[in-house]
């Protein structure tokens, strides 16, 4: 998300220029911030992220373009580099944020809260960008990482963060693992990228998919590579079935596969479809594990196993450039 790739920008730029002035260069920034959380700079691809989230709930909609907006304003009123703003690259973070937090937070304060956090995340996706980029990590989705979790840990001593239902603590001694009942394919296919957004059903999942393609068929396909893999995977593997059709092992496989296979690819390396392959296979047992590791705070993985996974490939690059 930090880093596009020649070939990426080749295709956006063969697209027709926009004259881009004032409020509408923001919108469109902004718009960007919302396609790089697939790695993606562009403006359309943006827009039926958008609309597949408005779908899925106008109020997650809502939020997620206000969000976008706020981590562009923040950037801009940072005085950060524009050629980062323009790319989207300060607001990503923070739409994961808001919509995470509209997600899992509740009461009078609910948006209030949601929005206050999207600002925060820009700051420290700027913060992060800082101290991890320069050992040549990209931050990935880390920052909205942190700030969701400390937020949601922080309801249990503030009274007016208050949090949703969704999330219980539970004591892994009473934890029991159901695999009971029948696996719909389709559902964990759409399911896998719409939970990246946090949302699912089918016609959400195929604007998803085409926003993808619209801007590379490249990324398109390794998406779909991606989260097939995973879902194979989490079968052979015994993963709960529920989960399985949900997508909820299959978003953070599509993610990394994209950042392994061709976003951080800038060598062009022979091996890196076999390697994000591979690391698209260790987001299963990572989600599980941190799911578990999580299980007693009442927090969601989100997308750490993404985070982890695509640091282990990209920190055995170092070392092992072929890998």
Same mark, same amino acid.
């Given at each position: 998300m ?9 295709? @956006?730029? !063969? ?5 881009e +002035?004032?409020f509408?260069?923001f919108?469109?920034?902004? /718009?960007?911030? =919302?396609s790089q959380?697939?790695?993606?700079e562009?403006?359309i &691809?943006?827009?039926?992220? #958008?609309?597949?989230i ?5 109020y997650l909609g809502v #939020? ?9 304003f923040v ?6 580099d ?5 790319? !989207?690259?300060?607001?990503y ?5 808001? $919509? ?5 937070l509740s ?5 209030i809260?949601a ?9 420290? &996706?700027a913060t992060?960008?800082?101290f991890?980029?320069?050992i040549?990590?990209p931050i990935?989705?880390?920052?909205? =990482?942190?700030?969701?979790?400390f937020t ?19 004591s892994l001694?009473n934890?029991e693992l159901?695999?009971?009942g029948?696996?719909n394919?389709?559902?964990? *296919?759409? +399911?896998g990228? !719409?939970?990246?957004?946090?949302i699912t @059903?089918? $016609?959400?999942g ?5 926003g *993808?393609?619209?801007a590379s ?9 991606? @989260?097939i893999?995973?879902f194979?995977?989490?079968v052979?593997?015994? !993963?709960?079935?529920e989960?399985?059709m949900?997508? /909820?092992y299959?978003?953070?496989a =599509?993610?990394t596969i994209?950042a *392994?296979? *061709?976003?951080?690819?800038?060598k062009e @390396?022979?091996?890196?479809?076999i390697?994000?392959?591979l ?5 299963v047992? #990572?989600a599980a594990s ?5 299980l007693?705070y ?10 982890l996974?695509?640091w ?10 072929n890998?």
């Open positions: 930090e880093k596009i790739i020649d070939k990426h920008t080749q295709v @956006n730029s !063969g697209k027709k220029p926009i004259k +002035n004032g509408f260069t919108l469109v920034e902004s /718009l960007k911030g =919302i959380i697939i790695f993606i562009n403006t &691809t943006g827009l039926l992220i #958008l609309l597949a408005t779908i899925s709930s106008f #939020l997620a373009l206000l969000s976008a907006m706020i981590g562009t950037a801009k009123i940072g005085g950060a524009e050629k980062m703003i323009s790319q !989207g690259l300060l607001g973070n923070s739409v994961l944020t808001g $919509l995470a937090l509209g997600l899992f009461g009078p304060y609910m948006w809260v929005l206050v956090g999207a600002a925060i995340t820009a700051i420290l &996706t992060m960008m800082h991890i980029g320069n040549g990590i990935l989705t880390f920052p909205f =990482i942190i700030l969701t979790w949601l840990l922080a309801s249990y001593k503030l009274k007016n963060i208050t949090l949703s239902d969704e999330l219980t603590p539970q001694a934890w159901h695999i009971a029948k696996i394919v389709l559902d964990g *296919v759409f +399911n990228i !719409g939970q990246i957004f946090f @059903n089918a $016609l959400p195929i604007l998803l998919f085409l *993808v393609f619209w068929r490249k990324m398109g396909f390794y998406a779909i590579i991606g @989260n893999v995973a194979i995977v989490a052979a593997l015994g !993963g709960e079935h989960l399985i949900y997508g /909820l299959s978003y953070n =599509i993610l994209l *392994v296979s *061709v976003v951080f690819n800038a @390396n022979r091996y890196a479809p390697t994000g392959i690391a698209a296979c260790i987001t047992p #990572l941190v799911s578990i590791w999580l007693p009442g927090l969601p993985a989100l997308t750490m196993p993404f985070v996974s695509t282990l490939v990209l920190g055995a690059r170092k070392i092992m450039p890998f």
